[in-house]
Nanobody, 128 residues
Framework: QGQLVDSGGDLVQPGGSLRLSCAAS????????IGWFRQAPGKEREGISC????????YYADSVKGRFTISRDNAKNTVYLQMNDLRPEDAAVYYC?????????????????????WGKGTLVTVSS
């Protein structure tokens, strides 16, 4: 049974950094586009980043572009989200998934192939 485990959330001060991890077990991440999503209390889930499997292309929502970086380490079967210059409005539960669904500038990026897996979420709190 495949699963994704997202981790790395923590309490951080504004301007701080965190690195989230999305580790797969039971299947190989290589063949999947991986997306990061977040959901703040009272708000809808928002797709914020995506990395393709085919060529490693990356996409970012305008809200995080220039501050967040998505990467993958296929040897470790893990995708990362490096988050810098965190702001109070970045506070949310962050999820990774084997799908991408976000607005990246003028592009709508929707990628989903085969079985869909979601992590259970990791909480990021940004507060002084």
């Amino acid at each position: 049974q495949g699963q994704l485990v997202d981790s790395g959330g923590d309490l951080v001060q504004p301007g701080g950094s965190l690195r989230l991890s999305c580790a797969a077990s039971g299947f190989t991440l290589d063949y999947y586009a991986i997306g990061w999503f977040r959901q703040a209390p009272g708000k809808e889930r928002e797709g914020i980043s995506c990395i393709k499997s085919s060529d490693g292309s990356t996409y970012y929502a305008d809200s995080v572009k220039g501050r967040f970086t998505i990467s993958r380490d296929n040897a470790k079967n893990t995708v990362y989200l490096q988050m810098n210059d965190l702001r109070p409005e970045d506070a949310a539960v962050y999820y990774c998934a084997t799908r991408c669904d976000l607005v990246a500038g003028e592009d709508v990026v929707i990628l989903a192939y085969g079985m869909e897996f979601w992590g259970k979420g990791t909480l990021v709190t940004v507060s002084s």
